[in-house]
């Protein structure tokens, strides 16, 4: 397995969640840093909390805006390895109330963004690279009702990474399939309700409990650094798709 020592990744998301977990466990293994999200105020916050084992920059950047996304690489320069795991509360109506407008919204933050971080990825990812980007459960126990177009994403970028690591090779790409991750989005999804959730479904997981940033990074980690996996899904869960 390749090492991350030295190495430069993007972690898009990097500042919350499973993002934050992506970008402490590859300081750790010696690599450099930019994460990057939308709120220059939640970057800073994150950096503080990163220092210490290796240099990490906050890059304010939405990666649905092609010019951001643009910007994002001119600054960045060459690097080694692109972590996506950005992404906001999907819409979660009955499908005859779909609010198109937030759905619009929403498909073109997370897969449109994906097309256009890989768009402009490519013009400075070294040699040996990978791009690594973020599914999710919710494509194989999409939520009843409202779960359709969640889980007709997150099912699309198993597609989107076996195509792309055709069209890419020798780079390499691949996703990161989580099941419930505790992190800041679920404080937006349900608020203080989260406990009972979370509870309930770890009493469920033959894990016996809910995952935390921690537990899901090591697989991003692992699909950068062996070079002999691409075009895979990885999913990490806890027994979730059993249960
Ligand atoms: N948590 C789970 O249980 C779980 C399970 C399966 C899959 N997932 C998927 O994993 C992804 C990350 O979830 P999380 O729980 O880590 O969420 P989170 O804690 O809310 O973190 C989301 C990160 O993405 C950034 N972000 C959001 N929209 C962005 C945009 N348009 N451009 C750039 N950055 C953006 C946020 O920063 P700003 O707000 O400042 O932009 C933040 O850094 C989501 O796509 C989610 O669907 C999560």
């Given amino acids: 397995m390749a090492t991350l020592k030295g190495s430069r990744i993007i972690v898009v998301g990097g500042s919350s969640g499973i993002g934050f977990g992506v970008a402490a466990a590859a300081l750790e293994s010696g690599a450099e840093v930019a994460i990057v999200g939308r709120s220059a105020q939640k970057l800073k916050a994150a950096e503080k909390r990163l220092a210490g084992p290796g240099r990490v920059t906050g890059i304010a950047a939405d990666m649905a805006s092609e010019a951001d996304v643009a910007r994002l690489f001119d600054e960045v320069g060459a690097f080694d390895h692109l972590v996506a795991t950005a992404g906001t509360p999907p819409p979660n109506y009955p499908i005859g109330e779909a609010d198109m407008a937030f759905v619009r919204q929403f498909v073109d933050s997370k897969l449109v963004g994906a097309v256009m ?103 991003y980690l692992y699909l950068m650094q062996n070079e002999f996996m691409t075009g895979e899904t990885i999913h990490i869960d806890g027994g979730q798709r059993l249960v």
């Fill in 117 to 219: 971080l890989a768009k402009h990825a490519v013009r400075t990812l070294k040699a040996g690279g990978s791009m690594t980007f973020t599914s999710g459960i919710n494509k194989d126990r999409p939520p009843v009702p409202g779960g359709s177009v969640v889980a007709a994403i997150a099912g699309s970028f198993t597609y989107f990474a076996r195509a792309l690591a055709l069209e890419l090779a020798p780079t390499r790409v691949n996703i990161v399939s989580p099941g419930w991750v505790d992190t800041e989005m679920w404080d937006e999804i349900v608020g203080e309700a989260k406990g009972g959730y979370f509870d309930q479904m770890g009493a469920r997981l033959p894990a016996g409990r809910i995952a935390t940033p921690d537990d899901v990074a090591p697989a």
